[in-house]
């Protein structure tokens, strides 16, 4: 699940932001432009990485499991770095920790291009740069609800997860055609310097706050434990968070299994890259009409959107051409789009001084939910083949979907009847 947390504007409200900002009015505003654009550069960098990187194993092992595990090693990291580190973000100068990560994560790739590197090491390195994920994303979530409040956070916050999922597709097509054309090395170059630029429009473009808190900060395992306690305690957080868990452990298999299921249909890079792009492709679309439904309705969606990506994936075996397998992911990416949902109504939940603590209980979640995901599908493709664990996952989600709207209901309740939230 997408998320970052509301905060309320540390400062005066900027009188140019209209009652019902648009896209438009929410750019206007240098602070943010300047994150936005460093966050579609990270993105698209990442994925073209992300696909390298899987290519390269993939080739020197010839397992599916050891390429999904490429995919589950970053995800797999947030067990330690999203609880923990997350922390520095209620702790820190949020625009520093973010431009300091940026720098550490930008020498670590460029790490991987040197020739010959041993395979161990690349898992050393991912898991590296898997660590400093959390801390810049929970700060980057928290600083764009300092800079933003509001109904203007909700236009910033539903642009900047539509424009990263367009990054992700274009990284993704993008790195199997530069894989196809110039290597695995040149991907992860352009990796490393989008984090470069990155930083160079944090710098320039976002101004310094310092840290903010309710209170003096006790020991971080405080920090954790109130996080932990916040979301436990609230049906509504649970609730949320449960769909967003669901929704992304479906559709997560695809991506893992891509490379292996476009080597065995006999394809090479390019389709790989496709593949891998096709639920991030759906997830745009999704966004696109779901911010064209009444706020009120939204939540009301969780049930059909779930339906829809996991009826889809259950197709995965038995499609044999590529092209008819990569719309029916894209159609599972538009359920996933449930996320946004989800992660907006999560943002509004979350009191303002505990944002940082809350997401990195959120992310962790998610990440190692995910990271486990790829790492089962993995294993049971190398008995199986590829497809079928993407169906298998899908059948699993659907028998979760009572349990999740059990796990959202407040205690004693006795209707299924969710809260509403402003989304």
Not at 50 to 65: D, N, Q, Y
Request: with cysteine; aromatic share 4%; charged share 10%.
């Amino acid at each position: 699940m997408h998320k970052s947390c509301l905060i309320s504007h540390t400062g005066p409200v900027d009188s140019a932001i209209p009652q019902r900002p648009t896209v438009g009015h929410v750019l206007r505003d240098r602070e943010f432009r300047a994150m936005f654009v460093g966050g579609g550069l990270s993105a698209v960098g990442d994925q073209l990485a992300r696909i390298a990187v899987a290519l390269l194993v993939f080739e020197r092992s010839g397992s599916a499991f050891a390429a999904s595990a490429t995919y589950a090693c970053s995800y797999l990291t947030w067990l330690l770095g999203g609880p923990v580190l997350s922390v520095l973000s209620d702790r820190c100068s949020r625009r520093r920790l973010m431009i300091v990560m940026d720098l550490l994560r930008m020498v670590l790739i460029a790490l991987l291009v040197l020739p010959g590197i041993p395979l161990w090491l690349i898992f050393a390195v991912l898991a590296a740069v898997g660590l400093l994920s959390p801390p810049f994303e929970a700060a980057r979530s928290a600083l764009v609800a300092d800079v933003l409040e509001g109904d203007a956070y909700v236009v910033a916050n539903t642009l900047s997860q539509t424009v990263n999922q367009a990054a992700q597709v274009a990284g993704f097509l993008a790195g199997g055609a530069l894989v196809a054309l110039i290597g695995v090395q040149g991907a992860l170059l352009a990796n490393s310097l989008t984090f470069a630029g990155s930083a160079l429009l944090l710098a320039v473009g976002v101004r310094e706050r310092g840290r903010r808190a309710a209170a003096e900060p006790g020991s971080v395992l405080h920090d954790v434990g109130q996080g932990a306690r916040l979301v436990a305690g609230s049906p509504t957080l649970r609730g949320l968070l449960g769909w967003g868990l669901l929704s992304a452990a479906v559709v997560i298999a695809p991506e893992g299994l891509a490379v292996a299921v476009a080597d065995e249909a006999g394809q090479g890079a390019l389709v790989a890259g496709v593949l891998t792009a096709a639920v991030p492709l759906g997830f745009l679309l999704g966004s696109f009409l779901l911010v064209r439904v009444p706020a009120e309705r939204r939540q009301r969606l969780f049930v059909p959107l779930l339906l829809l990506s996991s009826l889809s994936l259950l197709l995965t075996p038995v499609l044999d051409s590529w092209v008819l397998l990569t719309v029916a992911w894209v159609v599972a990416g538009t359920g996933n789009a449930l996320q946004l949902i989800a992660g907006a109504a999560y943002v509004q939940a979350v009191p303002a001084e505990l944002r940082g603590r809350a997401y990195g209980i959120a992310g962790t979640a998610l990440a190692v939910l995910q990271g486990v995901v790829l790492l089962l599908v993995g294993a049971l493709a190398e008995l199986t083949g590829p497809r079928l664990p993407v169906a298998v996952c899908a059948l699993v989600g659907l028998a979760l979907v009572p349990l999740v709207l059990r796990v959202g209901r407040p205690a004693g309740s006795a209707s299924g009847a969710r809260p509403r939230e402003a989304v």
